[in-house]
């Protein structure tokens, strides 16, 4: 396919610069990813990733392999190699629920400082709306006076896990412009990807992206809503979410009843759009409450374990599950942790096994649970078994085999990953989300 070539830099080797940038390679653009983790940038250069996402070890090789990908710790360097210039660092939310611009805003000082001629500047970070306009000012003040610039807002929908597929076959681009000029680089930038593209206004495009992840925890707390009610009347949350979702209205998609939403965006991009709505004379009182059921959502699945564990203390409680959803090592805001430090208060002995989170939730638990080498010897000796994260290969280990390593067989299930009717059949004592038992 014939299309323009562009120079990117993307600013901010994590989760989605590192992905965006391999996957702007992947399809024929020449990338440079800057980061100001110096540590993170050499162990790049040797093919040592910074964070687990299927299938990205082998594109970055592919790529950097065919000269279309490289990596650098100066943002200077790499504005002066490029035309389009990304910004994806973290955008992490205060106490008070405000966004820490600081580092978009150190490197927009830093980009500006840099230019030497025209440049497309691109929020792919999340970020509240006007924040484009903060950017477009900072820029304005440090670049050489008079130098044409665009700003656009280019948010990023991708889910860790399938991050890759979800980069390259999206369900839509959506790309705030302030010029013709930008828009038609930013088409041209994504012509080989075959998606619809939404053009609106810088802060429509800001709007979008805090609505969306918005709307999606407000799904995942709803079910989570229905669940508990489908557990007090002898319902199944998972016969009520299929019928839902096949009202086209409705969706199927985030309907799974579980111990609730973690993750580094959807806690912290509804605390920033309550935020946001304050400042816009809104109290956004659906979203408080979202956030509320989902923090309960974990405690009374806590409490599940307590009340049904007799003498907890001492016992060993082995636990599937560590990330906060699967395929990813990523441990931020995971609701394993506060399980896990609930069952650590109450002095049980927790077993845990995760197929790529252990090291990083070394970094949180440092020696105060057992780390097991998989799945099976975590079971051993315990007297539950609670399930935190549904990997694909959790579900592949047969309940018999389950029951004959357990000193009690006992489950909690937070994911939903045995069926009900067989661990019933089984004899195991097992407990689920919004499934009666009866
Ligand atoms: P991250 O913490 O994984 O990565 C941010 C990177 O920016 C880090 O490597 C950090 O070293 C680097 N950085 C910070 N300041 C810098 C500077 N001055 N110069 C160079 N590098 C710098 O964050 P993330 O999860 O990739 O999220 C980035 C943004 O994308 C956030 O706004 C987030 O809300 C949004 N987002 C994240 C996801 C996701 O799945 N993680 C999906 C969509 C959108
Ligand atoms: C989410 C969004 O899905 C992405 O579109 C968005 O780009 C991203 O946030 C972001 O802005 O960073 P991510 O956090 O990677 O992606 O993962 P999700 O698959 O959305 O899961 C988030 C949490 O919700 C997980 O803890 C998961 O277990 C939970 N979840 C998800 C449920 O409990 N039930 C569901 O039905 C779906």
Redesign the pocket.
């Known amino acids: 396919m014939s299309f323009k070539k562009e120079k990117i830099c993307v600013i901010g080797a994590g ?2 610069g590192l992905v965006s940038g391999t996957c702007f390679a992947q399809i024929g653009h020449r990338v440079v990813c800057v980061d100001n983790n110096k540590e993170k940038i050499e162990n790049l250069e040797k093919g040592i990733l910074p964070i687990y996402e299927p299938g990205l070890e082998k594109m970055i090789s592919k790529n950097k392999r065919e000269g279309r990908l490289s990596f650098a710790t100066s943002i200077a360097q790499g504005v002066g190699e490029s035309n389009i210039i990304f910004i994806a660092v973290h955008t992490p939310t205060k106490e008070n629920g405000e966004t820490n611009l600081q580092y978009v805003e150190d490197v927009s000082r830093e980009v500006a400082r840099a230019m030497d001629k025209y440049k497309v500047l691109v929020s792919k970070s ?1 970020m509240p709306v006007n924040t484009g306009q903060k950017i477009k000012e900072i820029i304005t003040k440090y670049c050489p006076k008079g130098l044409a610039f665009d700003i656009v807002s280019n ?9 890759i597929k ?1 980069f390259l076959e999206p369900d839509r681009i959506v790309i705030g412009v302030e010029s013709k000029k930008a828009e038609k680089i930013m088409r041209g930038i994504y012509k080989p990807i075959k998606s619809p593209i939404i053009f609106t206004s810088i802060e429509s495009s800001e709007i979008i ?1 805090h609505a ?2 918005a709307f ?2 407000t ?2 707390s709803f ?2 809503a229905i669940a508990n009610i489908c557990e007090k009347n002898s319902a199944n949350v998972e016969e009520v979410a299929m019928a839902m979702g096949l009202d086209k209205r409705i969706g199927s ?14 806690p912290k ?1 509804v605390d920033a759009f309550i935020n946001v709505a304050k400042k816009s004379g809104y109290e956004f009182n659906l979203l408080k409450e979202v956030k509320k059921i989902n923090k309960k959502q974990r405690e009374i699945f806590l409490d599940n374990i307590i009340r049904h564990v007799p003498d907890i203390k001492g016992k060993n409680i082995a636990v599937w599950g560590l990330s ?2 699967p395929d ?1 090592d ?1 441990m931020r805001e ?2 394993s942790v506060d399980i896990i430090n609930g069952l650590i208060a109450q002095g049980a002995i927790v077993k845990a096994f995760d197929p790529v989170a252990i090291k990083k939730s070394k970094e949180i638990f440092k020696d105060e649970i057992m780390y097991c080498k998989d799945a099976k010897e975590a079971l051993r000796d315990s007297v539950a078994l609670v399930v935190l ?2 990997w694909g290969h959790f579900k592949k280990i047969k309940p018999e085999e389950i029951k004959k390593l357990m000193k009690f067989p006992r489950i909690f299930d937070g ?1 939903n990953i045995f069926p009900l009717r067989k661990m019933a059949d089984l004899g195991f004592d097992y407990h689920s989300i919004g499934k009666n038992k009866k």
């Open positions: 989760y989605v999340t948010p990023e929908f991708l889910k860790e896990g399938t991050a979800d992206k969306c992840n999606l925890a799904k995942i079910i989570n998609d985030f309907l799974k009843a579980g111990i609730g939403f973690g993750g580094s965006c959807f991009d906060f959803k990813t990523d995971a609701p994260t549904e994911r």
